[in-house]
């Protein structure tokens, strides 16, 4: 089985930094700026910058600017991806719970 | 805002490889032992095992030995963590996209 690197990678590496969560739940509420963004972090500004970068790269959320400020905004469905695998696994685990239901009722039935 | 480090981070970046994601949908149709996890996994053996050691230290999955076999299992409860803050944002986002089209609604009334 070969292992290459996919979108889906870079966006669980995102979420695994709680600044990085914090502005993408920022960002739901609305667009903001560089500025706006790094307020709540007492945190220097280069490394809150690296924050949006991985974010940026990641997909997760897209930039753009203007004169001299740059705005974030959310890109949802990027967040998707993440959350279909993980609602997959739910659904096989659960699928799993049933048949292993559906086993000890047998067993169950048989014992009569 | 002070960022500690949170049970989430590691699993999410637990989620951040393709090999453990694997695993874990490995895991998912029951228990295994280190050796039949690595066989579809063209990896030395201490490569592979370190990725069991992310996932093991992140609470996805655990271990028990017997004898000279560990054997490995799903701790879906901890999947659950991630699922959750993802779904908690979609619904951020979903309400987010309802009040704008309220708003856009107001402006459409407005103009008649």
Same mark, same amino acid.
């Given at each position: 089985?070969?292992?290459?690197?996919?979108?889906?990678?870079?966006?669980?590496?995102?979420?695994?930094?709680?600044?990085?969560?914090?502005?993408?739940?920022?960002?739901?509420? @609305?667009? @903001?700026?560089?500025?706006?963004?790094?307020?709540?972090?007492?945190?220097?500004?280069?490394?809150?910058?690296?924050?949006?970068?991985?974010?940026?790269?990641? @997909?997760?959320?897209?930039?753009?600017?203007? @004169?001299?400020?740059?705005?974030?905004?959310?890109?949802?469905?990027?967040?998707?991806?993440?959350?279909?695998?993980?609602?997959?696994?739910?659904?096989?685990?659960?699928?799993?719970?049933?048949?292993?239901?559906?086993?000890?009722?047998?067993?169950?039935?048989?014992?009569?």
């Amino acid at each position: 089985m070969l292992s290459t690197a996919e979108p889906i990678d870079s966006v669980f590496r995102a979420l695994a930094d709680p600044t990085r969560r914090h502005v993408l739940e920022r960002l739901n509420r @609305g667009p @903001g700026s560089v500025s706006e963004l790094a307020q709540p972090f007492d945190m220097a500004l280069p490394s809150f910058v690296e924050h949006l970068k991985v974010l940026e790269e990641s @997909g997760l959320v897209r930039s753009r600017k203007n @004169g001299r400020v740059r705005t974030y905004q959310l890109v949802p469905k990027r967040l998707k991806l993440a959350e279909d695998w993980l609602i997959r696994q739910r659904r096989l685990w659960v699928r799993r719970l049933d048949q292993l239901d559906a086993y000890l009722l047998t067993l169950k039935e048989k014992e009569r």
